[in-house]
């Protein structure tokens, strides 16, 4: 099978699986190419609300294809850096979920997205200095962002994968299921986000990255919504909300 991204998009959740089983799910030159307008195109699309990230099998993504990184100038490193940008800056709730390994690469992306979910045994790492590669800039700044510096400077200084236990305490994973229950708690809580205001998570999702210019707008968005009207109607009514923003 030639390495793919394939997405699919049921009940408002969008799937995106990354697709190279022969080399761990690596990340090829035309897979980074392909990804930032998978992710228009499903921004775009009003019946997703949420969007899960994943690997085909029992790997979520190995890193990029060493084998492309022989291509002249820094070209793979700006794929990687314009894919993983596209990802951090979709709309709606990004959610890894994350089984075996999550290197390189594979971390980059993970990071990019708003949550990430785990198996037991998956295993994380970003593996620049195993290569003499720079890690970007603004991938470091991320990295920092979610586990701080100590963390951040282990695994960039080292290359050492570490385990479900240490990226849960360091805060790189948000949650940890046994083998064979990853899929039933992502579907369970992208139904949660699905079922949620888009309007709070959109403005959530700019605050929390770190946008100070919004406010404004995010208020002017409240009020031609009805969100906020609908949610404290259906909780005076005590039944489930039914948010209309962004449909």
Request: contains cysteine; charged residues 25%; neutral net charge.
């Amino acid at each position: 099978m030639e390495p793919q991204l394939k997405d699919s998009v049921t009940d408002g959740i969008a799937t995106v699986v990354i697709a190279n089983p022969v080399k761990r799910n690596a990340m090829s030159a035309a897979m980074w190419r392909a990804l930032p307008g998978v992710l228009d195109r499903l921004a775009a699309d009003r019946a997703v609300r949420a969007l899960v990230l994943t690997g085909e099998g029992d790997t979520f993504c190995a890193g990029a294809d060493i084998s492309t990184l022989r291509e002249p100038g820094d070209e793979q490193q700006s794929l990687a850096v314009r894919a993983e940008e596209a990802l951090a800056a979709f709309p709606k709730p990004t959610l890894a979920a994350v089984r075996g390994f999550c290197v390189g690469g594979g971390s980059q992306l993970a990071a990019a997205c708003d949550l990430r979910f785990a198996e037991e045994g998956a295993r994380f790492g970003i593996t620049p200095s195993k290569l003499g590669i720079v890690y970007p800039s603004s991938s470091t700044r991320r990295l920092t962002a979610l586990v701080g510096p100590s963390t951040a400077k282990y695994l960039l200084f080292s290359g050492e994968l570490m385990d479900t236990e240490r990226a849960l305490r360091t805060g790189f994973v948000d949650e940890v299921h046994p083998t064979g229950e990853l899929d039933k708690r992502v579907a369970e809580f992208a139904r949660v986000l699905v079922s949620r205001s888009l309007l709070t998570q959109a403005a959530a999702k700019e605050f929390a990255d770190g946008r100070a210019d919004r406010d404004a707008h995010w208020a002017e968005q409240a009020r031609g919504s009805g969100d906020t009207a609908e949610g404290v109607a259906a909780f005076l009514e005590r039944r489930a909300p039914r948010f209309t923003y962004g449909v």
